[in-house]
């Protein structure tokens, strides 16, 4: 089955610690996104990486990090300097605006079943 | 300015009836627009994208899209107790590969 993962699925962070979300997808997609969703709030971008070993900051990058190692990869890491990370995670990939024509279906993206992340 | 703009609802709909969601979006160049289902707890799925003016439909969904005043709506027809999420507009403008996502629609469907 073709899809996106996301591990785990609950995650608990203590004060001053680094945790790490894990996104994998098996769609050969070359784009992928992190986002962060707050309760009764839209999707905020934190990260985005259009192509293997290079990656950008969405709108709220602060606190966050995340490598893109390889094609099905996209870790993000939650450092202690976000001092708000209790949120609903997502990933997403896409098969990139870049090498898709501009009206083809084909740049939706799609959405992992996300990473709840709370605070001890 | 939020780029994208909705009615954060809650919109209640009779079991049957049609239901009518809407989003704004900012004066650029806008290419491709989404329309997502998102049930509590899971994540975002994808029900409709338009990229031309006019009507698209798509089983009980039709998309609508009026580049000139700047809204793209999403009709539910024969609504279902099934249909109660919330709906999250995305806009991707040109040359921008990122989506924007409007705060979602809470719809819920009264049997």
């Known amino acids: 089955d073709g899809g996106i993962t996301q591990s785990p699925k609950y995650l608990f962070r203590k004060e001053g610690q680094n945790v790490t979300l894990s996104c994998e997808q098996n769609?050969?997609?070359?784009?992928m996104y992190w986002y962060r969703q707050d309760p009764g709030q839209g999707l905020r971008l934190i990260y985005y990486?259009?192509?293997?070993?290079?990656?950008q900051k969405g709108d709220i990058a602060e606190g966050y990090s995340v490598s893109r190692e390889k094609k099905e990869s996209f870790p993000l890491t939650v450092t202690s300097a976000q001092k708000n990370p209790t949120a609903f995670y997502l990933c997403a990939s896409s098969m990139s605006g870049q090498t898709v024509p501009a009206y083809s279906f084909q740049e939706t993206q799609y959405f992992g079943p996300g990473t709840r992340l709370l605070v001890l | 300015q939020k780029e994208v703009e909705q009615n954060s609802g809650p919109l209640s709909v009779p079991e049957g009836a049609i239901a009518s969601l809407n989003c704004t979006y900012s004066?650029?160049?806008?290419?491709?627009f989404f329309w997502y289902r998102q049930y509590s707890g899971k994540s975002p799925e994808l029900i409709m994208s338009?990229?031309?003016?006019g009507d698209k439909e798509d089983g009980r969904f039709t998309a609508q899209l009026n580049k000139a005043s700047q809204y793209v709506s999403l009709l539910i027809r024969d609504s279902q107790p099934s249909d109660s999420a919330t709906y999250l507009c995305?806009?991707?403008?040109?040359?921008?590969?990122?989506?924007?996502f409007g705060t979602g629609t809470r719809l819920t469907i009264i049997p």
């Open positions: 338009i990229y031309s003016n």
């Open positions: 004066d650029r160049v806008s290419q491709s």
């Open positions: 769609l050969n997609h070359d784009a």
């Open positions: 995305a806009v991707r403008y040109f040359g921008n590969e990122k989506l924007t």
């Open positions: 990486s259009q192509i293997v070993n290079d990656f």
